[in-house]
């Protein structure tokens, strides 16, 4: 009877509102049948990519489709190895290298390897390259939202640590109530950057040769590759559209929402006259179809699941105390047969890339170290403009909710937006005013690098309590004085998140930026990024392994001996919590 009560209660308040959200989640299920047909679909050796405009409402759901999909593995990957790392001393000293190695490695240092395994391993459907190419959007959105999350927990107030001891709140509790809501706003901030960091290379990842075999999947990003190899600008410029078109609904419908629901985890003691507002969630909060499945399914499932939980936990711990020495000697077998299997494992792969290293001659080792010094000049000489550029842009809209629902959308767009589709017209405006591809290089490096500085500059801006902003009011401190004692102090650790991601994304990106494509021409600036694109399209892959390690091998060292002493400085001299 209690249900049927509901039901009817329900049915009475069902508005304009529920009937949009009912044919949102069709369309998305609907969307999804679809995807899941192309994924299970046999392989095909080439897929011919239809350049009319027609097609491109299905290839941008595919794309988005696989941006997502890796956006989750990404969240899911950034929560474990985050908090791991920031509460595990031992484990710390061996995962932020590792970070460092994995976030340095271009995806054409991934691509090869992982794309023949997963086709080997789904021989007769799509699964194989589908997932490749997940797994390669996963690898430009992760590294900056794993090192956000990481410098929040380090960040977090002692204070908070003390209450949530006094509250005897277990691990799990802490984690919901406390230590996801305080990265909350850096997360979601760099979560819209790994979405633009995950098209920036969607030409690459749904369309590449390696040696003489061609993959592609039906997407926006193999539309875009193929319309610029046929130089054919109408289909260039409708993939441009389809792209705008799909970034403004994402914001309007998923981030914009987040970021306006996420404002009431701000760590401040007195309440901002102006916070962030979305009309969706507004919407979405008034909807009783949406609050049904939250009271009566969500709520209850959540709770039974967590109870069970807790249960399993409980019996463990029982049958653990009964059997508490073969329980010991079990997980002490368990640890060392896998540290075995790890070290076999990384023994088969040092050998296998070692005999791929000592292919390279002398000379050619010689002409790395030239190209890289060249490539770290172009990546400094980036992330220099993009600092002096980014941060009063960053800080403005961070500090003010007005121009910041304003320009949110066009951040998004700029910055979500596949620079690589625009190299081409970039190239022509540079070569029209004499800059050859040398220097403009790194305008083009400077298109996918300038946002991770932005992004984080802006979370660390809307991060500042409102109460600091208003003491500095009633102070009368001047702009520079506003600036040195309280914004630049206040943006500083977002901002070293910023600078080391947005160094890793500039070295990722000169793999495209020092190598652009367009019609029958191939303008090459030299440099290691353009290095590791041409050995790749020749099925190198000694002269692709050793300009892929004296590349993470660099990036490595400069994130030890320069990232992460401002990284102390920043937590131990500017955090706002201390």
């Known amino acids: 009877m209690s249900f049927v009560r509901t039901y009817v209660r329900l049915r009475r308040r069902t508005s304009w509102i529920d009937l949009f959200v009912f044919a949102g989640i069709a369309a998305l299920l609907f969307g999804l049948l679809s ?36 956006y989750g593995v990404s969240l899911a990957f950034t929560l474990v190895y985050g908090y791991v790392a920031a509460y595990n001393k031992r484990a710390e000293k061996i995962m932020l290298p590792l970070l460092d190695i994995l976030q340095s490695i271009p995806v054409l240092g991934f691509l090869p390897g992982l794309v023949l395994a997963l086709v080997a391993t789904f021989p007769n459907s799509n699964l194989g390259l589908e997932l490749a190419c997940v797994l390669m959007i996963f690898t430009g959105q992760v590294w900056n939202m794993t090192f956000s999350f990481y410098n929040s927990l380090r960040s977090l107030p002692e204070e908070l640590r003390e209450a949530a001891s006094v509250y005897k709140l277990n691990w799990w509790q802490r984690f919901i109530k406390l230590e996801l809501p305080y990265s909350a706003m850096g997360l ?3 979560s819209m950057m790994s979405m633009a960091g995950g098209w920036f290379f969607l030409t690459i990842t749904e369309a590449f040769v390696l040696g003489d075999k061609d993959f592609r999947l039906p997407g926006i990003g193999s539309y875009m590759s193929v319309a610029i190899a046929h130089g054919d600008i109408r289909a260039m410029l409708s993939a441009v559209l389809a792209m705008i078109l799909m970034i403004l609904l994402v914001d309007q419908l998923f981030w914009r929402p987040i970021v306006a629901w996420a404002q009431k985890y701000k760590f401040e003691e007195t309440e901002s006259a102006q916070v ?9 909060q008034r909807s009783q179809l949406l609050k049904f499945a939250r009271e009566r399914v969500w709520q209850p499932t959540s709770a039974a699941s967590m109870r069970v939980l807790q249960g399993a936990v409980a019996l463990e711990q029982v049958e653990e105390k009964k059997n508490e020495s073969a329980t010991k000697y079990l997980k002490l077998a368990f640890t060392w047969l896998a540290r075995a299997a790890v070290i076999a494992l990384l023994f088969y792969g040092a050998g296998k890339l070692f005999s791929l290293l000592f292919s390279v001659n002398l000379a050619a080792w010689i002409n790395i170290l030239f190209r890289l010094l060249l490539t770290l000049v172009r990546v400094s000489v980036a992330v220099i403009i993009g600092t002096l550029i980014m941060i009063p842009i960053g800080v403005a809209i961070g500090l003010n909710p007005k121009l910041s629902r304003i320009l949110q959308p066009v951040v998004q767009v700029t910055a979500s937006f596949p620079a690589p589709m625009l190299f081409p017209l970039v190239i022509l405006a540079l070569s029209s005013a004499g800059v050859g591809i040398e220097v403009g290089a790194i305008v083009l490096m400077l298109l996918g690098t300038q946002w991770y500085i932005l992004f984080n500059v802006i979370a660390g801006a809307m991060g500042i309590p409102h109460d600091l902003r208003e003491a500095a009011r009633v102070a009368r401190l001047t702009q520079w004085q506003t600036w040195k004692r309280l914004i630049l102090p206040g943006i500083f650790p977002s901002l070293v998140t910023g600078w080391v991601t947005a160094t890793g994304g500039a070295w990722n990106a000169s793999i495209v930026a ?24 020749a099925g190198n892959f000694g002269m692709l392994a050793a300009g892929v390690i004296a590349m993470a091998t660099t990036v490595v060292l400069i994130n030890k001996f320069f990232w992460r002493r401002l990284y102390a400085i920043a937590e131990n001299r500017y955090s706002l919590n201390k």
Do not use: C, M, Q
């Not at 962030?276 to 979405?284: F, N, R, T």
């Not at 190598?515 to 041409?534: C, D, E, P, Q, R």
């Open 276 to 284: 962030e507002k979305s009309l969706v969630l507004d919407l979405l």
């Open 514 to 537: 020092e190598y652009v494509h367009f019609g029958n021409k191939n303008l090459i600036a030299t440099g290691l990024g353009s290095l590791i694109t041409t050995a790749t399209d």
């Open 188 to 190: 979601i901030w760099n």
């Open 35 to 70: 995807v899941g047909k192309e994924w299970s679909g046999e392989l095909r050796p080439r897929v011919d990519i239809d350049l009319s405009p027609s097609a491109l409402p299905k290839y941008t759901f595919f794309s988005l489709v696989r941006g997502f999909a890796a």
